[in-house]
């Protein structure tokens, strides 16, 4: 007789009998699902989008240049890009999702340009998320007050 004790028995399993749609590779609708691109050409997807990003940020800048911006930084310390980047690189992200919303609720008279500049800053310091929330939300200040007069 043994000592009593069970010994433990290991199955050495190559792969389980069942699966997930998504492991089979099967999508939602029954079809298959798009294999995941080879390095290369992902390194290159995102080459070009940071690019056009670049490019549109560049053009927002200038936009807001054209609206007012040094006009609204002479009024509104807080209305500069330094103060956004400051903000940005010290806070939070959930401070700055919050921040976010208050420049929206508070709709002041240099709301549209301080969001646009705190967008251009979330943008800068790769904060995609944030920067869409921005982004959203500096389109509803867009249509609720216009851009302010030279």
């Not at 029954?30 to 995941?36: G, M, N, Q, T």
């Not at 936009?63 to 009024?75: F, N, P, T, V």
Request: proline fraction near 3%; charge should be positive; glycine fraction near 6%.
């Amino acid at each position: 007789k043994g000592s009593g004790k069970r010994k433990r028995v290991y199955k050495i399993t190559t792969e389980g009998s069942r699966k997930s749609l998504r492991l089979q590779g099967i999508g939602i609708d029954s079809k298959p699902l798009a294999l995941p691109k080879d390095r290369k050409i992902l390194q290159k997807e995102r080459e070009e989008r940071v690019i056009e990003c670049r490019e549109v940020r560049l053009r927002a800048a200038k936009a807001i240049a054209a609206c007012g911006a040094e006009s609204a930084a002479k009024e509104n310390p807080t209305a500069t890009y330094e103060h956004c980047l400051m903000r940005v690189k010290s806070m939070t992200e959930k401070g700055l999702a919050n921040r976010v919303k208050a420049i929206e609720r508070a709709a002041g008279k240099h709301c549209v340009v301080k969001m646009a500049i705190f967008k251009s800053c979330l943008q800068d310091e790769a904060m995609w998320e944030l920067a869409e929330l921005a982004s959203e939300a500096l389109e509803r200040l867009k249509a609720l007050k216009p851009l302010p007069a030279q």
